[in-house]
């Protein structure tokens, strides 16, 4: 029986997905073998031996410490794309506010209350306050292109946008998805010259924390409005505060406020809502289980971030055998050596890498030793084995 621990509220419609007579499932189980998270912090946490894989229900996994994980043996898992369409729904939203001033007028209409009939002369005397620029013919730079950044190019494009796309590792199904419309931008530097306005649908990581900052706003158009329902970090705040006052950002969106950007002009700021919809939840949980489930019971890697991405058919009458191991040359040799000698016989094989991490699988036909794992955990360089 497997044991699933829930560090958040997870969907019911991701849970009902776990076969009761395979799985349970709560917040304190004795022993999990994975963990279903959304955001909770899992920094601080003490690993128990018995975890194999923690599934994100999300995109983010700056909440989690992936590189601590692999080198534990646990698979992290994301769910790219299951909330894309609800971050690329608000991002658009983000986007006519940026322009249009209509947070700031409707908290002035607020104060009209009590006007009684003068109400209609004062909404016509004061809107004017409120002017803001369409955004058709406007130039927007998308960097990241993901499964969320597609979709936000796509959308923008069709509201009659130009629309600049960067990213340095595009995925062939991200370029496949994207409309021929979209330009190609081939740095930073195209978006921050050109663009009107610029969204951020990137991760945040060594390379990318704090791009947005002085050096880099003052390359950018006067003017310029800058969405991010990406990563708050993505953005040095007191800069980009700077730049605000300073009228050479004209407006910054963000779902990720921070105490000095609330309430300050010209800045509007959404409570994390990019994924808050029924259907991005219902989503995440979704993958997040089908995920958990088919490395715990195949030991197949889909979505992962910090292992290999590797699958390998079942075959009937077979004793699936997965290893985690760094990737140093020589070892899948000791492996298949250990497995011989035990007196199994590899039917089937796949092996893949990720920077310092590889990860084998093996189907075995013959004898399989019920000590195999331990053997197989005793070879320098394992980090975790498993006989399923």
Request: proline share 4%.
């Amino acid at each position: 029986m497997y044991q699933i621990q829930t560090l958040n509220k997870i969907s019911p419609i991701g849970l009902e997905r776990f076969d009761r007579a395979k799985y349970t499932w709560g917040d304190e189980p004795a022993a999990p073998d994975a963990v279903l998270v959304r955001s909770a912090s899992m920094h601080d946490m003490e690993f128990p031996a018995s975890l194999l894989a923690i599934a994100r229900a999300g995109a983010g996994v700056n909440n989690i410490p992936t590189d601590a994980c692999a080198r534990k043996g646990v698979v992290v898992f994301n769910t790219p794309g299951a909330n894309a369409n609800a971050v690329k729904e608000i991002t658009i939203l983000g986007l006519l506010m940026a322009s249009r001033k209509v947070a700031d007028s409707m908290e002035w209409v607020k104060t009209l209350k009590g006007s009684g009939d003068e109400v209609s002369k004062k909404v016509e005397k004061g809107k004017g306050a409120f002017v803001g620029p369409e955004i058709q013919g406007k130039k927007l730079g998308v960097v990241g292109l993901g499964a969320i950044g597609v979709l936000v190019a796509n959308a923008a494009a069709k509201l009659g946008m130009t629309v600049y796309g960067y990213d340095p590792y595009l995925s062939v199904d991200a370029a496949w998805s994207m409309s021929s419309s979209i330009l190609h931008a081939t740095s930073l530097k195209d978006i921050y010259e050109n663009c009107d306005y610029i969204t951020l649908h990137l991760p945040c990581n060594s390379e990318t924390k704090g791009m947005i900052n002085a050096s880099s706003i003052a390359t950018m158009k006067t003017g310029v409005r800058l969405l991010n329902f990406a990563r708050g970090e993505l953005v040095v705040s007191a800069d980009l505060l700077e730049a605000v006052e300073s009228k050479k950002v004209a407006c910054y969106v963000t779902d990720f406020p921070s105490d000095d950007m609330i309430g300050a002009e010209n800045i509007v700021a959404f409570p994390h809502l990019g994924a808050s919809t029924p259907e991005s939840e219902d989503n995440c949980a979704v993958m997040a289980a089908n995920e958990l489930m088919d490395y715990l019971e195949n030991g197949n890697i889909v979505h992962s971030v910090n292992l290999p991405n590797l699958t390998l058919p079942r075959s009937a009458g077979m004793t699936r055998v997965t290893v985690i191991h760094l990737n140093v040359s020589g070892l899948i040799n000791k492996l298949t050596a250990v497995i011989s000698e035990g007196g199994g016989n590899i039917e089937n094989m796949i092996s893949g890498s990720r920077k310092e991490f590889a990860y084998t699988m093996f189907d075995l036909s013959g004898n399989v030793p019920a000590d195999l794992a331990a053997k197989l955990d005793a070879v320098p360089d394992v980090i975790r084995s498993r006989v399923i």
